[in-house]
């Protein structure tokens, strides 16, 4: 219901909200691959992938600052890599001792910790990018047509439909039990932590027993409307020659990006 | 506890034969409890029937046989076809039965693909699917949210979807359990107008006493699995002890 | 508080090599093969409704937390409750999904390297949750309980080793500090997944015993699983100490099997993914990247292709033909 | 559109000081969206008060605020303390915030752990936990129920139990959401005798026209985030002119 801060889809009427959501995934994972493959160090080539996210973000009506903005939160991640500082073997920049261990900066480490962050911000934006002009539903057709499983994608299609129902449900139990979360004057409240532990594990299986009879529930509707065991969907999407011809530029800068970063 | 008789065969006016025909229905539940002791109901083309009755009666267990997702003993027929497992399809296509609550019956991402999933899984071809899912979504005035998502949508607005989604599979009885539940005034007022003009035989179970006087000329009270009481509208809410032994209320 | 909580478990894309990257793919699909073929013939029809709202359950289930200390709060990742409720083929399948949303939907771990995090949060917490609880099912409640509460810890802890393992093989992490580092900081979050699992199965235990029985006496390959529970456990509880203490044997190892450069030479920064017998380094990575993709796509085809037979036979249908074409049949 | 100006001060005869003041109350959700737009309100001891307006009028946002839970601007008191975040702890003990859905209220297994949260919670030594949630109990009448497990009971069974885990809280105020929705007319006769028994003061808010000509003299209108009617409930439920405005119904 309220949990719109769930959909990242922006409605726009934008030439990259047109094109084909096949065309669309593969050139996104396309790029990110390539992102992957691109040497350390090669600027260039980060650069001309860089162009190719503005590129895009200018085809996608979203204004030029959007996944540029949304990224950030993705970015607090990149300390995960600071470990990649110590354990490329290289020149010493500078050395220090932390508990039983000695760590040494080096320069290869330190050229491979800033490729990484960038090459993760590229892949990062471009991920941002395609769920915010691909509607979700759309998402799922197109990696149907991919020839991922239809079990996994028909699961992923009711989670995307009911995560809305659940975790309203969720934010009501939380605000409940925040409601009664209270405390005597001058008393000390609160509980020990195995007993809070005990009272979420409680709201767990709540939900649990509600989702489970939910989805009995749901058989049930689906039953009545002729379900046999096989979803059957129309899908509404055609691949024209402008989507073939967005593809294959897509291509094209993909590749040229790896030549430079190669050579 | 005076009990009405249950009458069990009423013509009326708009009549014009029998749609539905339940005789002698009896179900437990797996765990043993006891939900229908017999139950006979007739249903007329173009009758509007309102199912009343406390909670727990057995309401919602009885529309589950009418197209068959419980199976109990006793007879079943629609269009005189009798219900059976060879040809739960077709009569599924018949019985279009909206739940409760529209979260459970709008199970696809967007508007367009739940009310195609009857008809799709009808196996009719795909200019059919599209003509009627056009036009039941033209029946319950939301054309123009063929391509909304459902999630996003309000609670009236899902339950006109929600009829939406059996109106397209063409059904001959309308089964509808509680429609108005959660739906404050102005919705409510919206749902009795758009019932009120669904040229379809109806069968709605309901805790909303206004509702079955203003839309419906026929009532069946329901208790403890039992019709207690099956007669016009009018007679039934002038009942004021049928309707207190039942935990029911004058409107 | 209208986000996917930020688990630390989540790798983003780049973090791994595309060898190691791509590798994970290919386990996880295989898998996940088994796992669609197996869940198809224990559950039938009614799968798909339930998987689906259960993988929603996971999702939701994952914003309810529970203040620990100082600040910090523990909340489900849900892998060993799904195994449980479920049985760990469907389980498995409900956790890939919530893992694919949470990266596609918002950028929580890269595409990639889902692969991996598949992996590591859906498939092995299911794999070590439903073998413990395998071997305790016939068991009383205290002994139940106590084995799932090890079990939800244990399996946090091997996503976490075989994250840091992960992150070693690519090259980005020295073992004996990527090790520790990573198990100590889990150690506390499989604390709360513990108490929190152990609390919803109760939960379930007590108000509705009859739908934990479902999801196990589907029990294929009960034998099998408590093995691989096992198994598993003891990867964990031996590989760990000796990992962070001994790395060179398995730095030896890692040499052998080509995924590691020993040479501490000019080659250093592109350590990671190479094709041994190649010369030329940068060769070698394109070579191995290509590979690597043939590889997966080869997979994915297949695995797509056998599913899709198999779907329209396999589900349960009793008293309803189910001759139509799958989904993917029915294109305009 | 006429509209009835807001009374700001009603004293009922009952009244015996303020319990709850309201003061010029702003807030927008995250997305932009404003919900509130200055609401001022104030509530004596011993008032028995309707909150109603169509879907989406604010009613549950302004109820969400009384005791912290969503964070607006303006003030809020309560019992001369004025809400901050240092005496969230301490205002929440003093209002009983009972959800629409009771479902949502009743998370543990049994209906004794239920009752027992809030007490628990607050500190309490066991014994004064256990004479706590044995009052609450009897006050809706559920003593017997203790050991039942909330989640095989009736929506009127919850619901009840709903109103005694905030009552073992010993609230000054007690603010329901929505109470009657989804309840069968019998279990609606014994909810509205209930509310009539607790000597307590309470906000409800409510789409039941009929409940709120039963059970409330003093009426509150709200709409687009205003109060736009506060007064006598017999006044505002003559005024046709008001209600149709609001999208509410004369019972
Ligand atoms: N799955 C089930 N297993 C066991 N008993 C059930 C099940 N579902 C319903 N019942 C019982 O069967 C009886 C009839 O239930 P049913 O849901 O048909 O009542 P209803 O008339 O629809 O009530 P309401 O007005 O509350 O919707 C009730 O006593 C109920 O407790
Ligand atoms: N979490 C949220 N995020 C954004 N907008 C919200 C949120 N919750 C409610 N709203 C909006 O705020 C407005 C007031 O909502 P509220 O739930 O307070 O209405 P209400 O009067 O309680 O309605 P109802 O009678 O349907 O319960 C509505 O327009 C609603 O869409
Ligand atoms: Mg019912
Ligand atoms: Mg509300």
């Not at chain 2, 249950?6 to 029998?18: L, Q, R």
């Not at chain 2, 199970?107 to 196996?123: K, Y």
């Not at chain 3, 609390?199 to 294929?220: H, K, M, N, W, Y």
Request: aromatic share 8%.
């Amino acid at each position: 219901m309220h949990s719109d801060a769930f959909d990242r889809y922006h409605h726009h009427d934008s030439a990259l909200h047109r094109l084909d959501p096949r065309i669309k995934v593969v050139v996104a994972i396309a790029f990110i691959l390539s992102n992957a493959l691109l040497p350390d160090g090669a600027w260039m080539a980060f650069g001309l992938a860089w162009l190719f996210l503005i590129l895009a973000n200018a085809l996608s009506d979203l204004g030029l600052g959007y996944t540029f903005r949304r990224s950030f939160i993705a970015l607090p991640f990149a300390l995960v890599a600071i470990t990649v500082l110590f354990s490329v073997p290289g020149k010493p920049l500078s050395q220090f001792h932390f508990m039983m261990w000695d760590f040494t900066v080096t320069d290869a480490g330190l050229l491979r910790f800033i490729s990484i962050v960038i090459r993760s911000w590229l892949s990062v934006q471009m991920a941002i990018l395609l769920v915010a002009v691909t509607r979700f539903p759309d998402l799922i057709h197109a990696f149907e047509h991919l020839r991922v499983p239809a079990i996994l994608t028909t699961i992923i299609a009711f989670l995307y439909r009911y995560l809305f129902v659940l975790t309203d449900e969720v934010m009501r139990l939380l605000r409940a039990r925040q409601s009664r979360s209270a405390a005597a004057a001058g008393q000390r409240s609160g509980g020990g932590v195995l007993w809070r532990a005990r009272v979420a594990g409680n709201m767990s299986g709540q939900l649990f027993l509600r989702s489970y009879e939910r989805s009995d529930r749901i058989y049930n509707a689906m039953l009545a409307r002729g379900y046999d065991g096989q979803l059957l969907t129309l899908n509404p999407h055609e691949l024209h020659a402008r989507d073939w011809a967005y593809a294959l530029a897509a291509f094209l800068f993909i590749l040229a990006t790896q030549f430079v970063g190669w050579f | 506890m005076p009990i009405t008789h249950p009458i069990h065969k009423m013509v009326f006016p708009e009549s014009e034969g029998d749609v539905l025909k339940v005789r002698d229905l009896h179900f437990s539940y797996p765990d043993g409890h006891v939900a229908l002791r017999g139950i006979s109901l007739n249903l007329c083309s173009g009758d509007k029937v309102a199912l009343v009755g406390p909670n727990g009666a057995g309401k919602s267990t009885l529309m589950l046989h009418l197209n068959g997702i419980l199976e109990g003993r006793g007879e079943i027929e629609l269009r005189g076809l009798r219900l059976s497992r060879n040809n739960l399809p077709v009569i599924r296509s018949m019985v279009g039965l909206v739940f409760q609550n529209p979260d459970d019956q709008l199970f696809s991402p967007t508007v367009f693909e739940d009310v195609a999933f009857g008809p799709l899984h009808m196996g009719l071809p795909e200019a059919d699917v599209r003509a009627r899912v056009t036009s039941a979504l033209e029946a319950v005035r939301m054309s123009a949210f063929k391509d909304r998502l459902s999630h996003h949508l309000s609670v009236g607005e899902k339950k006109r979807i929600a009829i939406a989604t059996v109106l397209s599979m063409n059904p001959s009885v309308l089964v509808l359990d509680e429609p108005s539940a959660g739906l404050d005034p102005r919705a409510r007022r919206s749902l009795i107008n758009l019932l009120r003009e669904l040229p379809i035989t109806m069968l709605v179970s309901t805790h909303d006493m206004r509702l079955v006087q203003e839309l419906f000329p026929r009532t069946v009270v329901m208790d403890d699995g039992q019709i207690v009481a099956d007669g016009l509208t009018r007679d039934i809410l002038e009942d004021e002890e049928l309707l207190t032994a039942h935990g029911l209320e004058k409107p | 508080m209208l986000y996917s909580p930020i688990q630390p478990m989540h790798i983003p894309d780049n973090f791994l090599s595309i060898t190691v990257s791509l590798i994970c793919w290919a386990i996880t699909i295989i898998t996940l093969g088994v796992a669609i073929s197996r869940t198809n013939k224990s559950l039938g029809e009614r799968q798909v409704p339930l998987m689906g709202v259960m993988a929603a359950f996971i999702f939701a289930a994952q914003m309810i937390n529970f203040p620990v200390l100082g600040g910090t709060s523990g909340h489900l990742l849900g892998g060993v409750l799904a195994a449980i409720a479920l049985g760990p083929w469907a389980g498995m399948l409900v956790m890939t999904a919530v893992i694919a949303v949470q990266g596609l939907l918002f950028q929580d771990g890269g595409l990639i390297v889902m692969g991996a995090n598949i992996l590591n949060m859906g498939l092995l917490t299911c794999a070590v949750g439903y073998g413990l609880y395998r071997s305790v099912i016939g068991s009383n409640r205290t002994v139940k309980l106590a084995v799932i509460g090890v079990a939800a810890w244990l399996s946090v802890m091997a996503g976490a080793l075989s994250t840091a393992l992960q992150i070693w093989l690519s090259g980005n992490a020295q073992l004996q500090v990527i090790v520790p580092a990573m198990l100590f900081f889990h150690a506390f979050i499989g604390f709360g997944e513990a108490l929190i699992t152990v609390a919803a199965v109760l939960f379930i235990i007590r108000t509705r015993p009859d739908l934990l029985g479902e999801g196990t006496e589907s029990a294929q390959g009960g034998r099998g699983w408590i093995l691989t529970g096992v198994l598993l456990t003891l990867i964990v509880v031996l590989l760990s100490p000796f990992a962070s203490t001994n790395p060179d044997g398995l730095n030896r190892v890692a040499t052998d099997l080509g995924f590691i450069q020993s040479a501490q030479t000019a080659s250093g920064p592109l350590a990671g993914y190479t094709v041994p017998f190649l010369e030329s380094v940068s060769a070698s990575k394109i070579v191995a990247g290509v590979i690597g993709i043939i590889v997966v796509l080869a997979i994915v085809f297949i695995t797509g292709r056998s599913m899709q037979n198999k779907r329209g036979l396999n589900t349960q249908s009793n008293n309803i033909q189910a001759t139509r074409p799958p989904i993917e049949n029915r294109k305009p």
